[in-house]
């Protein structure tokens, strides 16, 4: 379905003239809701809408739940009054929640939508009065200085409500004696401020808390929406954002300030003063490179940025990784993390990296890939690290001419002890060392990544990237480098609440192609 963006010029001339019909006005926006902002709310449109805008308002209409990140001023809060009067129009709502961090804050998000039902003529005319004033006696200019509304019923009988972060959601209902409805939208906007951002133990408990009395007592078919803006290092956003992207109900849109050297939109500002600022003096541009002339050393381009773009500079070629295509793959029947892309060969390294396995540490990963750098499998997941030797044993027993080598971590010593027992040692990768005390000869049974070996694998993992000696990866390897960063002090690393594991079985799975089969380390 076509909104007015998509269409050529006479095909928007058409529907230009068709819009001057009422009937034809209420059904065609039902399923646009850019073309219903672009229309009831033409006043908004000061500056172009971004491509970002698009995508958001294709996902605000879809069945799933929004992750929406972006910094200030990106139109998050007027997406969202655009998106919940539509509800209202339609009815696609019976009851609406509204939380923020403080209860003024999301009860002037609602006092906006009152102030858009009441004064719209457009919306007015097409939808009536959807909230009519009761009170006779009062003058409709006292009542727009009312600075919030925490709750209403409209005219078609929608509830909307407005609470803050630590008002629990258990049992509501929106009631009567013949029906009873529980909430089927809830928003979620300045849920972190940079009081509640500065305090660790506070963030914990908001996050337990909106866990636990929010999102844990609303039915499964409430569409949620959160909106964040980008304010710190440690917060609720990262969390769940992590929550968001490994479940299949959420759609997630992390809009960056920048894509190379192209602005996302020119409103990016960086500060409340800068906000107020820009709405005062009509601010067109806030240039990046303006801020960095002001403020010299003091200015930190990683504040409020989505990935840090400056500082923090990608360890592979993005260009080339973006340019694979999608390998199709077999999933396994016993583990459906055990991906296959190609039939396994002979007197080959397999590649792990080992993990605790709980729900909030990192994957344990294994990647295979063939002498000519193609992709055999990839397995990644959260697993207990006996049970991940299980997965080994498993895959060992399909193909048991292989070599297992594994990153050296304290994790993986429970892993060994089980493979000893069940496979062959002769399938396990030894390195040679010298005991400290006895100084006698020692066997490990990992390989020892340490600075100067990890500085290598990367240079190598890059350079078969670089010159497309390696082409295939699984899409989780791919995110997973696409994320992989320099910070500021040049050590190479994970994004925050990205992972590495991929990456460190995949340069590992590199060096073990050019590698005799029976290879000791001195």
């Not at 809701?33 to 805008?53: A, I, R, T, V």
């Not at 990140?69 to 655009?82: G, P, Q, T």
Request: proline share 2%; glycine share 2%.
């Amino acid at each position: 379905m076509k909104e007015i963006y998509n269409l050529n010029q006479e095909e928007k001339e058409r529907v230009k003239k068709a819009l001057e019909n009422q009937a034809f006005r209420i059904e065609f926006f039902r399923n646009r809701l850019y073309s219903f902002w672009l229309y009831y709310f033409s006043s908004f449109f000061n500056y172009p809408s971004s491509d970002k805008h698009k995508e958001v308002c294709i996902d605000l209409l879809d069945d799933k739940n929004l992750m929406l990140i972006a910094f200030r001023e990106f139109w998050k809060s007027i997406w969202i009054l655009v998106y919940l009067i539509h509800s209202i129009v339609y009815k696609t709502s019976n009851f609406i929640l509204y939380f923020s961090y403080e209860q003024r804050l999301s009860a002037s998000r609602l006092f906006d939508v009152i102030v858009q039902l009441k004064t719209n003529q457009l919306l007015i005319r097409d939808y009536w009065i959807l909230f009519p004033d009761n009170k006779k006696d009062s003058k409709e200019e006292e009542w727009l200085q009312k600075k919030s509304v925490s709750e209403f019923i409209t005219s078609n009988h929608i509830k909307v409500k407005s609470m803050s972060i630590w008002t629990t959601a258990r049992w509501l209902l929106y009631s009567s004696k013949h029906w009873a409805f529980r909430p089927d939208k809830l928003f979620l906007d300045d849920v972190d401020v940079l009081d509640s951002v500065r305090n660790p133990d506070l963030i914990n408990k908001n996050e337990e808390f909106l866990r636990n009395e929010v999102l844990g007592w609303v039915d499964s078919d409430c569409k949620i929406v959160f909106l964040w803006n980008i304010i710190w290092n440690d917060w609720l956003v990262p969390r769940f954002e992590k929550l968001a992207k490994e479940s299949k109900h959420w759609n997630t849109q992390k809009v960056p300030v920048k894509v190379w050297d192209n602005m996302i939109w020119n409103r990016f500002v960086e500060t409340e003063k800068e906000v107020e600022e820009f709405k005062l003096k009509w601010i067109k541009k806030i240039s990046l490179e303006k801020k960095k002339e002001e403020q010299g050393e003091s200015y930190n381009p990683n504040f409020m940025l989505v990935p840090n773009l400056t500082i923090w500079n990608p360890v592979f070629n993005t260009n080339l990784l973006l340019e694979l295509k999608s390998l199709e793959y077999k999933q396994d029947t016993r583990y459906k993390e055990l991906r296959f892309y190609k039939e396994p060969c002979k007197d080959l390294y397999i590649w792990a990296d080992t993990a605790w396995g709980n729900a909030n540490g990192d994957y344990s990963t294994i990647v295979w890939i063939n002498e000519l750098k193609q992709l055999v499998f990839t397995y990644r997941g959260k697993i207990e690290p006996y049970l991940f030797a299980e997965v080994i044993e498993y895959i060992f027993n399909l193909w048991y001419e292989w070599l297992l080598v594994v990153e050296n971590n304290s994790i993986w010593l429970a892993t060994i002890d089980k493979l000893k027992v069940w496979i062959c040692w002769d399938n396990l990768y030894t390195e040679k060392s010298l005991d400290k005390i006895t100084q006698r000869p020692n066997k490990k049974y990992w390989f020892n990544t340490n600075v100067k070996t990890k500085s290598l694998l990367i240079e190598w993992l890059k350079e078969v990237i670089h010159t497309k000696q390696m082409i295939e990866f699984d899409e989780r390897t791919k995110e997973d480098l696409l994320n992989y960063y320099y910070d500021e002090k040049w050590a190479m690393n994970a994004l925050k609440w990205c992972y590495d594991d991929l990456v460190i079985a995949t340069w590992l799975a590199v060096f073990g192609t050019n590698q005799p089969k029976q290879y000791y380390f001195e």
